[in-house]
């Protein structure tokens, strides 16, 4: 069975306070490991998709890497407007392969 | 363009109440889904439609009902719901009905009195 643990469950940073946020997966034959950003009562919106160790991507202040074992979402200089909870997600080659798995979130807040 | 529309952003129905949920997306994507996600939880995945059919049911109650009327729409059809079914419900799709990228909606908040 696909798992992810998200750490840490809560973050708060200054404002240019760069910090990163760990997603742990155990997964049988990785197809994809999928970061998202969720806003209080709106649906996730697409950050990254990572397929193979060593990837990285990147998309304005943040930065999306992959291990065989876990990911990284790297935050720079954070600004109040990156408040959000990031979510982390696999699907795996066993099963219902397009069924995702989700961590539980971080959740970070950025004081100005 | 990486749009997921859903309508209504809010609803609040009774017990007794039918409602409807609608999704919509113009991808050209072929899988979409239903989710439903619980205060501070993950979704959870209700529903999933590869090519306008039915291909997973996740034992969701039968007062849930899905419908694919063609391939940029997805309903969701509410009857007899419960309390406890009060939730944020989420449609996503994508290009294909295996590992793919999932593009959400901005979700339906429930409320049941």
């Known amino acids: 069975e696909d798992q992810v643990t998200q750490s840490p469950e809560a973050l708060r940073l200054q404002e240019g306070e760069s910090s990163s946020l760990n997603c742990s997966y155990t997964v049988s034959g990785l197809r994809g490991l999928f970061w998202y950003r969720q806003d209080p009562g709106k649906g996730p919106e697409f950050l990254f998709t990572l397929y193979s160790a060593g990837e990285e991507k990147e998309k304005e202040r943040l930065k999306a890497t992959l291990t065989k074992k876990e990911s990284f979402l790297h935050i720079t200089a954070p600004k109040p407007e990156d408040s959000a909870t990031y979510l982390c997600?696999?699907?795996?080659?066993?099963?219902?392969?397009?069924?995702?798995?989700f961590g539980r979130g971080t959740s970070l807040i950025v004081h100005p | 363009d990486t749009e997921v529309t859903q309508t209504p952003k809010h609803l609040v129905m009774g017990m007794t109440n039918k409602k409807s949920l609608k999704c919509e997306q113009h991808?050209?994507?072929?899988?979409m889904y239903w989710y439903k996600q619980k205060a501070k939880k993950p979704p959870e995945l209700m529903f999933v439609?590869?090519?306008?059919?039915?291909?997973i049911n996740e034992s969701v109650p039968s007062r849930f009902s899905p419908e694919c009327p063609n391939s940029s729409l997805l309903n969701l059809h509410l009857h007899a719901l419960q309390p406890e079914d009060s939730a944020l419900y989420l449609c996503a799709s994508s290009q294909i009905a295996g590992p793919d990228t999932q593009y959400f909606g901005p979700g339906t908040r429930l409320t049941v009195l």
């Open positions: 439609y590869s090519y306008e059919k039915l291909s």
């Open positions: 991808m050209g994507h072929r899988a």
């Open positions: 997600a696999v699907q795996g080659a066993s099963g219902g392969s397009y069924i995702p798995t």
